[in-house]
């Protein structure tokens, strides 16, 4: 999982994507909550696989505080919020449906086509993160020819590059309590 950042001739190695690449699929709103200590798109619980692969998830994982009530009502009552699970210390994961009209961007993240995002996608994401370094984004969305060329140079390879950043890691878009 690296990112190539051509102004500084740079791969950074990042956790997961989940936060930067599904997160915004549920608004600025989400976005934005304090609480959120990371997301992840599958969950294990005593080692076992409790939303299969096929089911289209975010599992946010979320630290409660009574500073951030408001928050924690917002996201305990959300629309696509199918489930919410103690798991100690005030964190809590919070497992949400994907909205009906990203299931195929999901898909497309899933297979690390992040260029093949649907136009309004992108324009969600652009949206989402307004207070964010949108270059990153922008790199990753809507990849130049010179961006390929110069990670292609970076990296000294022959292969086409078609991507800037590489396919997700299951394992670390994975929550396992027995590992966090």
């Known amino acids: 999982m690296l990112y190539y950042n051509k102004e500084e001739q740079t791969i950074t190695q ?61 996201i305990s009552n959300h629309d696509l919020c199918l489930k919410k699970i103690d798991i100690g210390n005030d964190y809590y994961l919070f497992v949400f449906k994907i909205p009906e009209k990203f299931e195929d961007d999901y898909q497309t993240f899933i297979e690390g086509r992040y260029s093949e995002f649907t136009p309004e996608y992108k324009n969600q994401i652009m949206m989402v ?23 292609k140079k970076f990296l000294a390879c022959d292969e086409e590059i078609v991507q800037i950043y590489s396919k997700i890691n299951e394992d670390l878009e994975t929550y396992d309590e027995g590992r966090t």
Do not use: Q
């Open 14 to 74: 990042i956790k997961n994507r989940s936060m930067r690449f599904v997160l915004p699929m549920f608004g600025k709103t989400m976005f934005v909550l304090k609480g959120i200590a990371d997301t992840y798109l599958y969950y294990k619980v005593d080692g076992v696989n409790i939303y299969e692969k096929e089911c289209k998830t975010l599992v946010i994982k979320y630290k409660y505080h009574k500073d951030n009530n408001v928050e924690w009502v917002y």
């Open 129 to 151: 993160m307004a207070n964010t370094n949108k270059a990153t984004y922008l790199n990753v969305i809507n990849p130049t020819a010179y961006d390929k060329a110069e990670l």
